[in-house]
């Protein structure tokens, strides 16, 4: 298959590209497209085929559901069997926007889309690009992270066709996208709202909307026995090629103890990469060190994380190293996904 690219920046959308876009998922095909956390891999959420097709073209077990994105709020009638008032509430304070809502599902979703759950997971995300390409769609488009299976999420168009060209019908080039981890994920369907995915909208925000709400145990630490209650996070995502080890402690013992080690692995020949803050970066002696951004800013470091993991992977490096994060705020979501990327492997200094 050849793949079409095709341009559309968040400010000056292209609405001819954005139309056949639109045209293709209206016709079963696959298009990926930028929003504002990771770009989709979008096909018609009401298809049964397209979301095999989204299954295949990842390389994704079919048991894991996939987000269904609307473009206006009213279009989740269609998906669910009943809104909630907690539905509407969150919908008030962060829609459009990063978070996606696990809701009982209608009839009119197939279980090709929800993974074989009775359950479906709505988003309508806020990039103009996204919503346009949703509504040329024809409002309803299931697109989970636009990467292969096993890969960081994607957040540029380069990292997509890495992943995908040859694959899918188009990608929609929006550029780097702004928040760089995939949406917060709410599920409403138990007694209490509980956090499947930590993201952008933290647990303190949904707090002061909802009242109280729960956490799936499993987000920041490997418990034993338990499953995460999203699917997806069970398996080892965001896993860059090199095995991850993160190091965590007071500055000056965490870089003291990242070279000791970096030496080692270097000694016996292994290729070695160290994820640094601005104010460590020039403390570190390994093949490649990447600036992730300054410590204090979450949104630096969220937004940079899997371009580090995937050009980590593109100097085929063997060994990595991480300082961990503070885990307040959106730092929430970012050690969820570093611990995930390491397999849970910290050194504790
Ligand atoms: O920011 C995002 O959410 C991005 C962009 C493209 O919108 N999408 C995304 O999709 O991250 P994906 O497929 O990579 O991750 C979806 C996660 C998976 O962990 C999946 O198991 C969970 O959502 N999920 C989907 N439907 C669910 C359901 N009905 N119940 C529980 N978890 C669900
Ligand atoms: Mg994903």
């Known amino acids: 298959m050849k793949t079409r690219y095709i341009r559309s920046d968040a400010d000056t959308p292209n609405e001819e590209g954005i139309r056949q876009a639109g045209g293709i998922i209206r016709a079963g095909g696959l298009v990926a497209f930028p929003t504002e956390t990771v770009y989709g891999l979008g096909g018609d959420a009401l298809n049964k085929e397209s979301s095999r097709k989204i299954y295949e073209a990842k390389g994704r077990p079919s048991d894991n559901p996939l987000i269904v994105h609307i473009c206006r709020f009213s279009d989740m009638e269609k998906l669910v069997e009943r809104i909630p008032q907690a539905a509407y509430d969150l919908a008030e304070a962060f829609w459009p926007g990063p978070l996606t809502m696990i809701l009982p599902k209608s009839d009119a979703v197939p279980y090709e889309t929800t993974g074989g759950l009775d359950t479906v997971a709505v988003r309508f995300p806020s990039h103009p690009a996204a919503r346009a390409f949703i509504e040329a769609a024809g409002g309803y488009v299931a697109a989970p992270s636009a990467n292969r299976s096993g890969r960081p999420s994607p957040t540029t168009a380069k990292y997509v066709a890495e992943d995908m060209d040859g694959r899918i019908d188009m990608i929609i080039d929006g550029g780097e996208v702004g928040i760089g981890l995939e949406s917060t994920i709410v599920d409403l369907t138990g007694e209490m709202p509980m956090i499947l995915r930590p993201g952008y909208i933290t647990q303190e925000m949904l707090q002061n909307v909802l009242g109280e709400i729960a956490a799936d145990k499993t987000m920041l630490k490997e418990a034993a026995g338990a499953r995460p209650k999203a699917p997806g996070m069970k398996y080892r995502h965001y896993a860059p090629k090199g095995v991850l080890t993160i190091v965590e402690g007071n500055r000056d013992a965490v870089t003291q103890k990242i070279n000791e080690l970096a030496a080692q692995a270097s000694a016996a020949g292994e290729k ?29 470091i969220a937004h940079n994380l899997y371009a580090v993991l995937r050009e980590f992977d593109d100097e085929e490096l063997t060994v990595l190293f991480s300082e961990a994060f503070d885990t307040a705020g959106m730092g929430q ?8 990327a390491a397999g849970h492997r910290v050194i504790r200094v």
């Open 272 to 300: 070695v990469g160290v994820i640094a803050t601005r104010e460590t970066v020039d403390a570190y002696h390994a093949d490649c060190v990447k600036n992730i951004g300054p410590r204090a800013d979450e949104a630096a």
């Open 333 to 340: 979501a970012i050690m969820n996904r570093l611990l995930k």
